[in-house]
């Protein structure tokens, strides 16, 4: 069936570093992609999303590449900044799930100043 | 400003109560979701609904029951509440375009003694 694996954390930065946070799927057909961010205390809302390979969602610096061939969707971005701790998750939607979302297992990352 | 609306935010009762979550949106979609988050983060799709009198079990079995009389509101009922049925609980709209985006209220923190 359709679902997504994702790094598991807590990661820990400090302020400025690199962000990388793997993703990688499995689905039958051709799904959409999405990160979605959930800051404390609060619900999730979308980051960005992609919905065909190659595709580069992008939003608030983070970016994430739609790889068909690795079947994966790992989430950038290039200098951390301590408002971006948060919890982040992996999520992907395929055609046979009448437009529900899978979730991954989310990441915990909480950024240093 | 929230559209979507979950209330109580946070909950503490005591085993065999009967408990509703309530969740209330203003943007008009046709669907609404509950999503069950364990402490451990991971998301699990319990109910779901694709409108007025439509409702359906999710992915993850639940004791809870849901209605949806009306497009506004998707409340989920625990007849009598135990301490696994501790979590927070998600509520989710979607529009009718299937774009795949879900938008979450703020959740409900539910704690079983």
């Known amino acids: 069936g359709d679902s997504v694996t994702q790094m598991e954390g807590p990661v820990t930065l400090s302020e400025e570093a690199f962000l990388t946070i793997n993703c990688t799927y499995t689905a039958t057909g051709y799904p959409s992609l999405f990160w979605y961010v959930q800051y404390p205390g609060e619900g999730l809302q979308l980051l960005l999303k992609?919905?065909?390979?190659?595709d580069k969602g992008s939003n608030k610096g983070f970016e994430a590449t739609y790889r068909k061939e690795t079947t994966s969707f790992h989430l950038e971005k290039g200098s951390v900044q301590v408002s971006d701790s948060a919890v982040y998750f992996c999520a992907l939607r395929s055609g046979s799930t009448l437009g529900r979302l899978y979730f991954g297992r989310g990441t915990q990352l909480t950024v240093w100043p | 400003e929230a559209d979507i609306y979950q209330t109580p935010r946070y909950l503490v009762i005591g085993t065999g109560k009967k408990i509703t979550l309530e969740c209330s949106q203003t943007?008009?979609?046709?669907?609404m979701y509950w999503y069950q988050q364990d402490p451990g983060m991971e998301l699990h799709l319990i109910h779901y609904?694709?409108?007025?009198?439509?409702?359906e079990k999710g992915d993850l079995s639940s004791e809870s029951t849901v209605s949806r009389i009306r497009t506004e509101h998707f409340p989920l009922t625990l007849e009598s509440a135990r301490p696994s049925h501790t979590s927070q609980y998600l509520c989710a709209t979607s529009t009718g375009r299937d774009t795949g985006e879900l938008f979450f209220g703020e959740g409900s923190r539910l704690t079983v003694l």
């Open positions: 609904s694709y409108g007025v009198n439509s409702t």
């Open positions: 992609a919905t065909k390979a190659d």
């Open positions: 943007m008009g979609h046709d669907k």
